[in-house]
């Protein structure tokens, strides 16, 4: 078998379509390790890669498996790794020495119930602050997360281009659920592919961290003659350790957030479902926005005027999905497979202008349409 | 054996850090430590260009001149 | 091995590789490191690798600041990953020879995991063990190569723990090439680099090295002379064989050299088989 074919209806996994989305987005070289409900994908691309002349490797450890991905990046490859929530907290390191160094890579963590070893195979929306913060020091983080198989393959593609777009880490927040599931699907023929911006100035010439009019630097591959220093110390615009200046760090750090915060408009927002007259929203991602959209739909069969807003990018935080509908609102309701967590971010934006109530599950099941439309039904007071 | 040219021996003092270690380790004591610490020529004629001030240097700042 | 003046010059060393506004280094009057990077460039040079097609990839501590001062690609990150970085970058582009140096801590500590997997997969890098017995820059701690009952800042009563002998742990582990050479001997610890570079597979070379102010000072050797006369002393050649005067002392020189099929090479057979075109 050598690959998936278009444009025919496929029965996958969203861990398959996860890697097939990888290797149609030109991934090709993959660093794994094993762990429970992620493994399909580096079982994947360890099938997959060879067929297309790309790489797989299992590393010895987490860590390992995401600083050989951002090695592999260095030298011009297009790369990712996949991992669960136990793997997260160790690829922390990773991800910071990522975005301090500008390479682009693809992280996926498909989501376990936590903390620590927790349920292995059960689906929680858990990491979703971790996936925010999960490294140490001020840094900026893209976060996209995916609700079916076919938006699983979809959204790796866009994971993959906009690592390459922002030069930058990207994580894919999946969860138990989405990634093993089995939905039909049909794949497209072509996808949109993004390559890295190389230089094309003389080596003697090229800054490798001073950012272009995109707000990104160019990005030269190790072996091509440009002689350039991946310094993840604070450095200046030529990679150079700069640890004892305190306004190069300023502007580092400024760049850094600048070129993913000057381009929101980039990022995938989401989804606006049945909002137009909405009174009630569910604000939902991932799994849980499956079930929302259920509700949703429950819902409107009985008069009630509830619509779905359904982030695609978790982070940073996108209020223009929320700022259309809000003051038309009563209520905003947010479903998560945690104690509360995006909901806190929400709240924030909303400030005020209308109510906004949490609804958790952290027992390693999935909220229900029924949960949902209750919940709803609550607030609506009837 | 002692040649009769001395030989070009150039001492890079930005880059010196009177570590000691070329002075000591010339087994024809071509140099000596000044006051400071930093090597000093005394007798460039005793050179042999064994090249061993150079090779060790951790700063490369001492140079022996080839022969042509 | 190559006679002293066949080697390059210093004033050829800076012409093509060191990177002039970065010297003088941070590192403190007679450290090692600084002879290991001259040995290091030698070793290039006189293998007439294309810079192009060198890495220097580092780890964190005094020698993670090695690329500071060079111009080549290179790395410098997080702390005992760069044997894992290395890997994507040799198993991304396999024209690249990959030099790793790294410190006793970055590679035998923290960094131990990837070693000794970095051996067993074989893969074509070469990795530079810069021992000297102490975490550096971060104060004089103890390391995994400290020696029994030596002082350090956290065995202010001497160190209880057994050291690892590297080249024996590359030699458990599966490297293919192992040598041991000494900052006193830097014609020697050049062709050894030289060797371990032209090897195909992964190579270590272990380089015991003086660090005066953390591990001389508290041992009574804080001049760097001292502790060079010190490290001559507890070495020993390999073409001695083994006798009494070896007996307890580290032996310098090629220590292994075994071919094996080599990670990237056999993932480009793999690659064949599979139908991709690398």
């Not at chain 1, 777009?165 to 093993?180: H, N």
């Not at chain 1, 945690?338 to 099941?365: A, F, H, I, P, T």
Request: aromatic content about 6%; proline content about 5%; overall charge neutral.
């Amino acid at each position: 078998m050598t690959g998936v074919q278009s444009n025919s209806h496929l029965l996958l996994s969203g861990n398959e379509a996860c890697a097939e989305g990888a290797i149609r987005a030109g991934v090709r070289f993959f660093a794994g390790y094993p762990i429970t409900p992620s493994s399909e994908i580096a079982e994947t691309m360890a099938r997959r890669l060879p067929e297309v002349g790309g790489k797989f490797i299992q590393m010895e450890d987490e860590i390992g498996s995401i600083s050989a991905i951002v090695g592999a990046s260095l030298a011009g490859l297009k790369v990712m790794d996949a991992t669960s929530g136990p793997g997260l907290s160790l690829k922390a390191e990773g991800l910071g020495l990522a975005v301090m160094l500008e390479v682009p890579c693809v992280l996926v963590n498909v989501q376990r119930m936590g903390p620590s070893t927790g349920m292995a195979t059960l689906p929680s929306q858990m990491d979703v602050m971790m996936s925010r913060w999960g490294t140490h020091g001020d840094h900026p983080i893209i976060v996209i997360s995916p609700c079916s198989v076919r938006e699983t393959f979809e959204l790796t593609v866009k994971a993959v281009n906009l690592a390459e777009r922002f030069r930058s880490p990207v994580i894919l927040l999946s969860d138990a659920v989405v990634a093993r599931m089995r939905e039909k699907v049909v794949l497209p023929g072509e996808v949109e592919i993004v390559n890295r911006v190389r230089p094309a100035v003389l080596p003697e010439q090229y800054r490798p961290y001073a950012a272009g009019p995109n707000g990104v630097a160019p990005m030269a591959d190790f072996g091509s003659g440009y002689y350039w220093y991946a310094n993840s110390s604070v450095h200046d615009e030529n990679g150079y350790e700069a640890t004892s200046k305190p306004e190069v760090a300023t502007r580092l750090l400024q760049r850094l957030h600048a070129k993913i915060y000057e381009h929101l408009n980039e990022l995938p927002q989401g989804e606006a479902f049945m909002m137009d007259d909405a009174e009630v929203a569910v604000y939902a991602y991932g799994i849980t926005a499956r079930a929302a959209k259920a509700a949703v739909r429950m819902a409107r069969e009985r008069g009630l005027k509830v619509g779905l807003l359904r982030p695609v990018t978790i982070w940073p935080f996108l209020s223009g999905l929320v700022d259309p509908y809000v003051s038309g609102l009563t209520a905003l309701l947010v479903p998560e497979l945690n104690m509360g967590q995006l909901v806190d971010k929400v709240r924030e934006v909303v400030g005020g202008r209308s109510k906004v109530e949490s609804l958790s599950r952290y027992d390693g099941q999935i909220i229900t349409p029924e949960q949902i439309l209750v919940a709803v039904t609550k607030i609506m007071g009837r | 054996m002692t040649s009769s040219m001395p030989v070009l021996i150039e001492i890079d003092f930005d880059w010196c850090k009177a570590c000691g270690i070329c002075v000591n380790i010339c087994p024809r004591k071509v140099l000596a430590e000044a006051s400071d610490g930093s090597p000093e020529i005394i007798d460039a004629r005793r050179c042999t260009r064994c090249l061993l001030c150079e090779l060790i240097c951790p700063d490369f700042a001492i140079r022996v001149g080839r022969e042509k | 091995m190559a006679k002293p003046a066949e080697l390059a010059s210093t004033k050829e060393l800076i012409e093509k590789y060191i990177r002039r506004n970065g010297v003088p280094s941070i590192w403190c009057p007679g450290c090692g490191i600084g002879t290991v990077v001259g040995s290091m460039l030698r070793a290039i040079d006189h293998l007439r690798l294309r810079q192009e097609d060198v890495v220097i990839v580092t780890g964190i501590g005094c020698s993670g600041l090695i690329y500071n001062y060079l111009r080549f690609d290179g790395f410098h990150g997080t702390h005992g990953r760069a044997l894992a970085i290395a890997t994507g970058i040799k198993a991304a582009n396999p024209r690249l020879h990959v030099v790793v140096p790294m410190g006793d801590g970055d590679c035998a500590a923290i960094g131990g995991n990837h070693f000794i997997h970095a051996a067993r997969r074989n893969i074509d890098l070469t990795a530079i063990v810069i021992n000297n017995q102490i975490y550096g820059m971060t104060g004089g701690q103890s390391s995994p190569t400290t020696v029994q009952q030596s002082r350090t800042s956290t065995a202010p009563r001497g160190h209880l723990e057994r050291p690892f002998d590297v080249c024996e742990l590359a030699k458990g582990a599966g490297a293919t090439y192992i040598a041991r050479g000494v900052t006193s001997n830097p014609i020697q610890l050049a062709d050894l680099l030289e060797r371990a570079m032209a090897h195909k597979g992964f190579s270590v070379v272990e380089v015991l090295s003086q660090c005066p102010v953390q591990a001389g000072r508290r041992a009574g050797r804080s001049e760097p002379w001292e502790m060079l006369q010190w490290l001559k002393g507890v070495t020993v050649s390999a073409k001695r064989g083994t006798d009494d005067v070896s007996l307890g002392k580290f032996i310098t020189g090629e220590l292994l050299k075994e071919d094996a099929p080599e990670w990237t090479e056999e993932y480009d057979k793999l690659i064949a088989i599979a139908g991709g075109r690398s």
